[in-house]
């Protein structure tokens, strides 16, 4: 065997390392698909680029769902019990949610991964 196939096996790293997949324009994309509703951005103009189109769809699916799901929890507000508990403690921590699965699918998606964001992922392909 090659010495450097030798050495990647070893160490777990693959023989050809490729540069990295998100740069410059790229990565503005990226960052914009899981940026709330700016993510209609990358989703209607790259759609030649399956990766980013698929982190876009995601994107887009997130913001859909994370609005509809701030809007039903303030809606449930407005009623005296459940609103204490569903505007102090379920909607700041609904969208702390939504922020840490864009992050996290951003810095997924800058290494070449797909962060699949729970149940989701399975309806990004229908989208």
């Avoid at 998100?22 to 914009?32: D, V």
């Avoid at 680029?49 to 407005?78: C, K, M, P, Y």
């Avoid at 505007?87 to 991964?113: D, E, F, H, N």
């Avoid at 699949?116 to 990004?124: A, E, G, S």
Wanted: glycine fraction near 8%.
């Amino acid at each position: 065997m090659d010495g450097k196939v030798c050495w990647a096996l070893e160490v777990g790293v693959p023989a050809e390392s490729s540069p990295p997949l998100y740069q410059g324009e790229r990565l503005k994309n990226l960052i914009l698909c899981y940026a709330g509703p700016w993510a209609f951005l990358p989703y209607l103009r790259h759609r030649e680029d399956e990766e980013l189109h698929w982190n876009a769809r995601q994107g887009v699916l997130l913001a859909f769902v994370e609005v509809v799901v701030s809007l039903t929890l303030i809606f449930v507000g407005l009623f005296p019990i459940f609103g204490y508990l569903a505007l102090r403690i379920l909607l700041p921590l609904w969208l702390l949610w939504c922020l840490g699965m864009s992050a996290s699918s951003v810095l997924q998606g800058t290494k070449g991964r797909k962060h699949r964001i729970p149940i989701l992922h399975q309806f990004v392909d229908y989208l």
